[in-house]
C-alpha cells in the first residue's frame, strides 16, 4: 500500500515553526481540539494528563519536549546548557514510567545535544533529530503494518485493546496500523473493540479512528472478551506494548493479560505490535518493569462523573505484564519476531 493513499484529516503531534502543536485526546471523540505550545511544561503536563498518549506518540512528544526546553534555556556555556537541558529531560522522563519509547526518545537526544559544538548548534540539531524521531516513527508503524497485514487471511475479525491508532504511534498505529493496512489491501477486516476501563481509550478513540478509516468496528466491554473468544467469534487478538523486556514479557495497558490468556485457551493468535522503540535491551524480564499507578480517581469516576458511594478506595495501574508464553509473535518494523531479543535500536 502506497502510505499516501491513506490521509489522515487528524494529526496527533505535528511541530510548526518552532511550536508543538497537538490533539487533545481527552476530548476525543466528541471535541477536535489542537493545543499549540512553545513551551516544554505544557507538553509534560500534557503527557501526563494523557492529552497526548500510546507509547511510540509520548516518544515523539518527548522529544519535541527536549527541542522546544532548549529554546526556553538561557545558559552562559555550553556546559551550562547540557546541564539545564538534563534537568529538562528529567522532568520529562518522570511524567510516565512504563512506555519505553519516552525514555528511548529523551535518550536519543541527550546524545545529539552532547554532540553539539555550540548553544545555537545544539538547539538546531534538536530540533532536526526531533523531527527525524518523528518521521521515522511514522515510516516504522507503516513497515511494521505491512509485515502484520501479510499474517492475515482475505477475511478475518480481530479483537483489539486499547488505543494503538494513529493517535498514539503517529504513521498508521501499531496494532490498529496492522488493521488498517489490512483493510486497505482488500482485505475484510471486521474488529471487537474492547472499551477499555478505567479511561476508555478503546471506547473512545479506537472506535473513532476506525470509524474514520471506514472499518466494521464493534465495541465491547473488556469483561465481554472472554465471552467472545469462546464463542469462537475472533480469529486474532492483536494489541499494541508500551515496554518489551529481552525474553519478550511486554507491558501494554491494563486488561491485556487477562486477553492473552484468555486467547491461549481458546487457540486464538495472540500479537503483540510494536516499533523497535518500545523494546527496552536493559531488562531481561518483565519483573523490571515499573507500572505506571494512577489516581484511583480514574475507577472511581467516569468522565469525572463519582459512580462509587463515598469513600470507597480504588487502585489504578495502568499497565499490565503478560509474560512472553502468552504471545504468539511480535510484529515490528523489521519484520515478525520471537524473543530472545537482542537490541533491536541499535
Ligand atoms: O495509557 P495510554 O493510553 O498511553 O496507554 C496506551 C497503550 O497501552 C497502548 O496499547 C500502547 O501504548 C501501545 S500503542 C501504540
Known amino acids: 500500500m502506497n502510505k499516501n ?40 503536563t500534557a503527557i501526563k494528563e494523557l492529552k497526548v498518549r500510546g507509547a511510540p506518540l509520548i516518544g515523539v512528544a518527548g522529544a519535541y519536549g527536549m527541542a522546544l526546553g532548549a529554546r526556553q534555556i538561557y545558559a552562559r556555556s555550553r556546559a551550562e546548557m547540557l546541564r539545564k537541558l538534563h534537568d529538562i529531560a528529567s522532568i520529562l522522563k518522570i511524567t510516565r514510567p512504563t512506555a519505553r519509547n519516552l525514555f528511548w526518545a529523551i535518550e536519543r537526544m541527550e546524545k545529539v545535544a552532547k554532540a553539539g559544538k555550540s548553544i545555537e548548534g545544539i538547539i538546531i540539531d534538536l530540533e532536526n533529530e526531533a523531527v527525524t524521531i518523528h518521521r521515522e516513527e511514522a515510516e516504522a508503524t507503516y513497515r511494521l503494518s505491512e509485515y502484520g497485514a501479510g499474517l492475515l487471511p482475505n ?41 477499555t476501563r478505567p479511561l476508555l481509550q478503546g471506547a473512545r478513540l479506537t472506535t473513532w479512528e476506525l470509524q474514520k478509516a471506514g472499518i466494521p468496528v464493534t465495541l465491547i466491554t473488556d469483561s ?46 495472540f500479537y503483540v505490535a510494536a516499533p523497535s522503540s518500545t523494546f527496552d535491551a536493559n531488562i531481561k524480564s518483565g519483573e523490571e518493569i515499573i507500572v505506571e499507578i494512577r489516581n484511583a480517581h480514574e475507577v472511581t469516576e467516569i468522565g469525572g462523573v463519582s459512580i462509587v458511594p463515598y469513600g470507597i478506595t480504588a487502585v489504578s495501574p495502568a499497565f499490565d505484564v503478560t509474560p512472553a508464553k502468552y504471545i504468539t509473535a511480535f510484529i515490528t518494523e523489521k519484520g515478525i519476531i520471537k524473543p530472545p531479543f537482542g537490541d533491536l535500536t541499535a
Request: glycine letters at 8%.
Open 155 to 195: 477475511s478475518a475479525t480481530i479483537l483489539t485493546h486499547c488505543n494503538t491508532g494513529p493517535l498514539a504511534a503517529t504513521g498508521l498505529g501499531t496494532a490498529l496500523g496492522v488493521i488498517i493496512y489490512a483493510h486497505r489491501q482488500g482485505k475484510s477486516i471486521k474488529v471487537y473493540a474492547d472499551e
Open 5 to 44: 493513499k491513506y490521509t489522515l484529516n487528524y494529526q496527533p503531534i505535528e511541530w510548526r515553526d518552532h511550536k508543538v502543536r497537538f490533539l487533545d485526546q481527552t476530548l476525543l471523540p466528541h471535541e477536535e481540539t489542537y493545543i499549540e505550545t512553545a513551551d516544554y511544561m505544557e507538553i509534560a
Open 224 to 269: 465481554m472478551a472472554g465471552h467472545f473468544l469462546h464463542q469462537g467469534n475472533i480469529d486474532y487478538v492483536i494489541v499494541g506494548a508500551d515496554r518489551i523486556a529481552l525474553n519478550g514479557d511486554t507491558a501494554n495497558k491494563i486488561g491485556t493479560y487477562s486477553l492473552a490468556v484468555l486467547a491461549k485457551e481458546n487457540n486464538v493468535p
